[in-house]
């Protein structure tokens, strides 16, 4: 199953971007059919933990993102970063900022 981020514009495909096989619709999560976090770690056969991770991620920034899937991110900024994030800002400046994309 391919995971999309919701970005309030449309879906975009992260599987790409985090080179995860791992990937579930996160409306399933926000329409309930999935009741937890927890839940959905279970149903997929990963830790609760590394599903909070790739699901904060649907909440880049979409110039991030585009970047990202062009190939024009920070070389520093790979899926490994990406998966290791602490709590991602939800203010895309500060988003931005944090990957290097702003010095």
Do not use: H
């Not at 449309?10 to 579930?24: F, N």
């Not at 999560?29 to 830790?47: F, H, I, M, N």
């Not at 991030?64 to 400046?93: C, F, K, V």
Request: aromatic share 6%.
């Amino acid at each position: 199953m391919e995971f999309t981020g919701f970005l309030g514009f449309g879906a975009i495909p992260l599987r790409p971007i985090l080179g995860l096989s791992l990937t579930v619709p996160m409306n399933q999560l926000t329409a309930g059919e999935v009741p937890s976090v927890d839940a959905l770690g279970e149903k997929e056969g990963r830790y609760p933990a590394d599903v909070s991770r790739i699901l904060q991620l649907s909440f880049l920034a979409p110039d991030i993102i585009e970047a990202i899937l062009n190939g024009r991110q920070p070389i520093e900024l790979n899926s490994q970063m990406l998966t290791r994030l602490g709590t991602l800002p939800p203010d895309w400046l500060a988003q931005r900022r944090l990957l290097g994309f702003l010095v």
